[in-house]
C-alpha cells in the first residue's frame, strides 16, 4: 500500500511532487488546512521524499484523512480540452462554510472563471459556446429534458451577468471569496439574487436523470 500511494504522489496526484498536494479540510487537525503534503511531512522530521510522503498520507488517513487540492493538471491541458466541441463545464465543489478550511477555489468561481478568464481574456471558446456547454449540452446529455434553455414550459434557471465584468476572484490561497459580474438569478423560477444581492429563497431541487432509482 506504501508503495502504491508513493506512485500515485509521484506519477498522479501529486505530478512529481509532495507539495503539490495542498490539505483543504483534515478531521483530525483542522490547523494542517492549507499547508502541503511536504510540508506535514517535514514538520513531522522526516525527509521530503515520495516514500516518506506515503507514510505521511497514511498517519493521516488514520486520524481521519483529508480532502485535498490536487496541482496536477496544466494550463495548455485545460485550454485543449475546454476547445473540444463536446467538453461539458461543469464543478464537483461543495458548498462550503465562509471562512472554513481551505477548499478549492471552484466551489467558488468555476462558472465566473471560464466566463471571464477563457472567454473575455484568452479567447478559448466563445461566449455563446461557453454557456451552451454549461447549459443545453449537459441537460440534453443527461436527459434532463426540462432545462437547459430559455423556452416555454420548462423550468426557469436564468442568470443574469455582465460579460464585460464578470470574473472568478477566489483562489488557492483566498478560496473564501464570492465572484464578481452575476446581477440576477432565478432558480426555477424564483429569485435567488437580485442587483447582486443574496434574497433569502430556496427554491433549489436535486435533479435526478433517467437513471435515478429510489
Request: proline fraction near 5%; charged fraction near 25%; aromatic fraction near 8%.
Amino acid at each position: 500500500m506504501r508503495a502504491e500511494i508513493a506512485t500515485a504522489i509521484e506519477t498522479d496526484r501529486g505530478a512529481g511532487d509532495p507539495k503539490n498536494v495542498v490539505m483543504a479540510s483534515c478531521t483530525g487537525d483542522r490547523s494542517l488546512a492549507g499547508k502541503t503534503l511536504a510540508d506535514v511531512t517535514r514538520a513531522r522530521g522526516r525527509e521530503v521524499n515520495f516514500a516518506n510522503a506515503a507514510e505521511t498520507a497514511i498517519e493521516l488517513q488514520e486520524k481521519g484523512g483529508c480532502s485535498c487540492v490536487y496541482h496536477a493538471i496544466a494550463e495548455e491541458d485545460i485550454e485543449r480540452i475546454m476547445k473540444y466541441p463536446f467538453t461539458m463545464i461543469a464543478s464537483d465543489g461543495g458548498i462550503p462554510f465562509f471562512g472554513v478550511d481551505v477548499p478549492h477555489p471552484r466551489s467558488y468561481g468555476t462558472f465566473a472563471r471560464v466566463l471571464g478568464r477563457y472567454v473575455r481574456e484568452r479567447n478559448v471558446i466563445t461566449l455563446e459556446d461557453a454557456i451552451r456547454r454549461m447549459t443545453s449540452l449537459p441537460a440534453s446529455r443527461f436527459r434532463i429534458m426540462d432545462r437547459g434553455l430559455l423556452r416555454p414550459g420548462m423550468k426557469a434557471d436564468v442568470a443574469v451577468f455582465d460579460a464585460a465584468r464578470v470574473i472568478d476572484k477566489a483562489d488557492f490561497l483566498s478560496p473564501h471569496q464570492y465572484a464578481e459580474g452575476f446581477v440576477h438569478v432565478l432558480v426555477n423560477g424564483v429569485p435567488v439574487l437580485e442587483g447582486a444581492k443574496m434574497l433569502e429563497a430556496r427554491p433549489g431541487r436535486a435533479l435526478y436523470g433517467p437513471g435515478y432509482q429510489k
